[in-house]
């Protein structure tokens, strides 16, 4: 255990330092643009042991952190004992709540890392559209809200500015309870839906477009990606770092034959542009990439596991959904191309 647990600090410090242009606390920043200073967003959320935990009803009354984590998550394990810290000496004025980002765990994960760290603070999985509302880019992800009901922190680490934002939105007066504005619901898309469509803006500056008209009569592919994947779990989730490179292997032959459409898809978790440039020259990939920079693409197909692959048909409705490699994919491509 100490053994892979130290290959994986490794693997995760030569790839931030080697890989990504960004660090960690960069993507933070990024993260906090726009949104420090703003009404924090009305979200009910509900925890993993069935409670419901009603944001709103905290503002104008006490500060909240949220911590955004994943088990896979090596700094997100390094500063799990400040949350747990934070949360035991909390009192009152101050609501903690873990909240799980979804991406590549599952819940039976979560329940078997709370038993072997003792965490009793609420745990929330998000599906995704918590992370959206606070412009999850990194893990971990600190957030701190004031008593007004402003966001006052958005960080990476765990350190002496997360813990200054802390002291500093339970001390601060509470001056009425601020109203965020709320976004309209996202259509959302799985298989046997008629797309609308869809214009992905891509790495080289032109733009994929998803529908009939641009399909030639050819199936179009989504490859939802992530550029850390093979490397970044190889420690934690071997499996998973397994399939992401078989998946990529695969989609490179397959895009190379000339039956489908490709694009590839990458989360904005742990990613830039930069990341995926240097990934896809790494692995000479020939079809597009595009940086779903807000994560639109990942709700509203509602992707929370890559690789995941949607075959979208020449008409622009989706077929297949598929995770993972399908020995049958080429075979299915050719005929939906040829009928």
């Known amino acids: 255990m100490r053994v892979a647990s130290f290959l994986s600090i490794l693997l995760f410090g030569f790839f931030i330092s080697s890989a990504r242009a960004e660090t960690?606390?960069?993507?933070?920043?990024?993260?906090?643009?726009?949104?420090?200073g703003t009404p924090a967003p009305?979200?009910?959320l509900k925890t993993i042991d069935g409670q419901t935990v009603d944001l709103a009803g905290f503002y104008g009354k006490k500060a909240v952190y949220l911590e955004f984590w994943a088990t896979w998550c090596v700094p997100c394990r390094e500063q799990m004992p400040h949350l747990k810290k934070v949360?035991?000496?909390?009192?009152?004025?101050?609501?903690?709540?873990?909240?799980?980002?979804?991406?590549?765990?599952?819940?039976?994960?979560?329940?078997?890392?709370?038993?072997?760290?003792?965490?009793?603070?609420?745990?929330?999985?998000?599906?995704?559209?918590?992370?959206?509302?606070?412009?999850?880019?990194?893990t971990p992800q600190h957030v701190v809200i004031g008593r007004d009901g402003r966001i006052l922190f958005i960080g990476h680490e765990a350190n002496a500015?997360?813990?200054?934002?802390?002291?500093?939105?339970?001390?601060?007066?509470?001056?009425?309870?601020?109203?965020?504005s709320v976004s309209g619901d996202e259509a959302h898309y799985q298989v046997n839906d008629q797309l609308p469509t869809l214009a992905v803006p891509t790495l080289s500056g032109d733009?994929?477009?998803?529908?009939?008209?641009?399909?030639?009569?050819?199936p179009t592919v989504l490859v939802f990606m992530s550029p850390w994947c093979e490397t970044y779990l190889a420690g934690s989730?071997?499996?998973?770092?397994?399939?992401?490179?078989?998946?990529?292997?695969?989609?490179?032959?397959?895009?190379?034959?000339?039956?489908?459409?490709?694009?590839?898809?990458?989360?904005?978790?742990w990613?830039?542009?930069?990341?995926?440039?240097?990934?896809?020259?790494?692995?000479?990939?020939?079809?597009?990439?595009?940086l779903d920079d807000s994560g639109t693409l990942f709700r509203r197909f509602r992707v929370m596991h890559v690789p995941t692959l949607l075959v979208v048909d020449a008409k622009g409705r989706v077929v297949?959904?598929?995770?993972?490699?399908?020995?049958?994919?080429?075979?299915?491509?050719k005929a939906l191309a040829t009928g």
């Open 42 to 44: 009305h979200l009910v």
């Open 271 to 290: 990613a830039g542009k930069d990341d995926l440039l240097a990934y896809q020259r790494e692995h000479h990939l020939t079809m597009p990439l595009a």
């Open 237 to 269: 989730r071997p499996a998973l770092a397994a399939s992401c490179r078989a998946v990529r292997e695969q989609v490179t032959v397959l895009s190379r034959q000339g039956h489908a459409r490709w694009i590839g898809i990458a989360s904005p978790l």
């Open 320 to 333: 297949r959904r598929i995770e993972g490699v399908d020995p049958q994919l080429g075979q299915e491509l």
């Open 24 to 36: 960690g606390d960069q993507h933070a920043q990024v993260a906090a643009r726009g949104l420090v």
């Open 161 to 180: 500015k997360l813990d200054a934002a802390l002291l500093a939105a339970r001390t601060a007066p509470a001056s009425g309870n601020a109203v965020a």
């Open 207 to 218: 733009v994929f477009h998803v529908d009939a008209e641009h399909a030639h009569g050819q």
């Open 87 to 138: 949360y035991e000496q909390a009192g009152s004025d101050l609501a903690v709540i873990a909240i799980d980002v979804g991406f590549d765990d599952t819940v039976q994960d979560v329940r078997k890392y709370r038993s072997e760290m003792g965490l009793k603070m609420p745990i929330v999985f998000d599906d995704g559209s918590i992370g959206d509302a606070f412009h999850l880019r990194v």
